[in-house]
């Protein structure tokens, strides 16, 4: 480890000797909490466990859970180790679990309660995994993560380095096929200074971890309440009423949302009266209207963010009413520029792609280097969105481009190729395009336009669950509209652009 290196473990370290006594983790579900030095305890036991387990440097350990306290000492053993995280989205189809561990090949697999089956179902082809264990009190052929822990107290931590691999985070599938995203430990606490300078957080604040721990955000947010000696209160499942008495109980300070989360939260604070005061800082994605309803509501601060897995979670970052409608300005260890097509920066007030560098890009694309090396070319991280900047230096977003369309419903990310190709499984579909359409509960909808094969016939519904079937079901379209004939261009290739202009406007 060199002079200048510090890894999310060394976090832990810290925390142990200057927060000793202070709570880290709440879990709501049963109720157990820890400290930061009982937290450490936890962390040691497991990666001496996994250690003689054989998990070595560099191995990665795959987790499919729904949120939990043995899931983030999970995290903090696999930074001792200098082993890779691979968090898997359980709201993927079981194939697409199966595709995100092999593409991986992980050397152990954890689960949570209730996706047991999931993973027995598909071992016979995840075919480097060498062992499966239980997060919770497990059996059979899923024993608990608790008979690997042992006795720790000569436990000594690996050499990791700041730039070492801490987590690989499955983009949305561009081109119909996720892409593992590897961000180091660097990234990680770089991330964490960020949002803790700008949230102000001490020992004393505390965090609602409502997000999932396979997303960037819902990671970045709780290592970001750990790196600042704050409170995690961590739920398993979103529940609005539970939210509440949660931030009422608890005096949780901050968080992060995905619409409808917060709306949620002020609808069910109304209903009820319960004090919401204490949440005096919040951001992610939601509508003017929900931001504004929450700054009336508890006189706290919304922050406008932009970002990508790939930029560690956040690029631009400011609070709502510096510049309402915008995407803030680049954080202060982040360079951010806009560029066209020739990567030659474009004058203020115009659209270019957004390129970053600086410590929060990630480091790859895992076992793709021709696809890194296309995103990282002339020495810029290429995100594939566009954006303006104003006078003052605040980006506006303004899409995605052609090449790397996105759609994102309630927070997740979905490439239109993806779901397209699955809709063109359907024996009587001939062409479709899909994009995303404004939703009044998920911010964007995703629809398909479909035109039948000849003599075909096809309900809206029966389309929907077999997409549904086949990929995850936050995936599937929300909007199905079956035309006579989706307009092509020259090529003979859809005509995109055309096909959002005559079926993209409100819907019904």
Excluded at 180 to 203: E, K, Q, W
Excluded at 452 to 465: D, F, M, R
Aim: hydrophobic fraction near 35%; aromatic fraction near 12%; charge should be negative.
């Amino acid at each position: 480890m060199g002079l200048y290196d510090l890894s999310f473990y060394d976090v832990i370290k810290r925390n142990a000797f200057c927060f000793k006594d202070s709570p880290a983790w709440y879990e709501v579900d049963d109720g157990r909490s820890l400290t930061f030095s009982e937290y450490k305890q936890e962390v040691d036991r497991l990666a001496s466990g996994l250690r003689d387990a054989g998990v070595e440097k560099g191995d990665r350990i795959a987790v499919l859970s729904k949120n939990n306290l043995p899931y983030f000492i999970l995290y903090g053993a696999a930074a001792a180790l200098g082993a890779i995280m691979l968090p898997i989205n359980w709201r993927l189809s079981a194939d697409e679990v199966a595709y995100n561990i092999n593409d991986c090949e992980p050397k152990m697999v954890f689960v949570g309660e209730s996706f047991e089956e999931t993973i027995s179902n598909k071992k016979n082809e995840l075919k480097s995994v060498q062992g499966y264990y239980h997060l919770g009190a497990g059996s059979g052929e899923f024993p608990s993560y608790e008979t690997l822990a042992k006795e720790s107290g000569d436990f000594e931590p690996n050499e990791v380095s700041w730039d070492d691999g801490f987590v690989i985070i499955h983009t949305a599938a561009v081109a119909g096929r996720p892409r593992g995203a590897l961000l180091s430990h660097g990234n990680v606490l770089c991330a964490d200074m960020h949002f803790d300078y700008f949230f102000g957080v001490t020992s004393k604040d505390v965090h609602l971890n409502l997000l999932p721990l396979f997303h960037v955000g819902g990671l970045f947010m709780a290592t970001t309440a750990f790196h600042g000696g704050a409170l995690n209160v961590n739920m398993s499942k979103f529940d609005a009423q539970t939210a509440v008495k949660l931030i009422h109980e608890k005096k949780v300070t901050f968080m992060m949302v995905f619409s409808p989360i917060l709306s949620s939260i002020l609808d069910e604070h109304e209903k009820s009266g319960i004090d919401i005061g204490t949440l005096q800082s919040v951001t992610g994605i939601d509508t003017p209207e929900t931001i504004e309803r929450y700054q009336k509501t508890t006189g706290g601060t919304f922050y406008c963010m932009y970002g990508q897995t790939e930029t560690s979670c956040v690029a631009t970052f400011s609070p709502y009413n510096d510049r309402p409608g915008s995407a803030g300005r680049p954080l202060p260890l982040a360079e951010v520029r806009l560029v066209d097509d020739y990567d030659n920066p474009v004058p203020i007030g115009e659209v270019g792609e957004i390129t970053m560098r600086g410590p929060m890009v990630f480091k790859g694309y895992w076992n793709l280097p021709e696809d890194t090396a296309y995103t990282f070319r002339e020495g810029w991280h290429h995100t594939g969105d566009l954006g303006r900047f104003d006078e003052d230096g605040f980006l506006w977003y303004a899409g995605r481009k052609a090449e790397k369309e996105l759609i994102k419903p309630g927070g997740e990310n979905v490439y239109p190729a993806e779901v397209e190709k699955v809709i063109l499984q359907h024996p009587a579909v001939e062409k479709t395009v899909v994009f995303g359409v404004p939703d009044p509960k998920w911010k964007e909808g995703i629809k398909a336009v479909c035109q039948l094969k000849p003599g075909e016939k096809l309900e809206a519904e029966e389309l929907i669950e077999f997409v549904g079937q086949r990929i995850a079901r936050y995936k599937k379209p929300r909007y199905v509209e079956f035309v006579d004939e989706i307009p092509i261009q020259e090529d003979g290739s859809p005509d995109r652009a055309k096909v959002k202009e005559l079926y993209g406007g409100e819907q019904k």
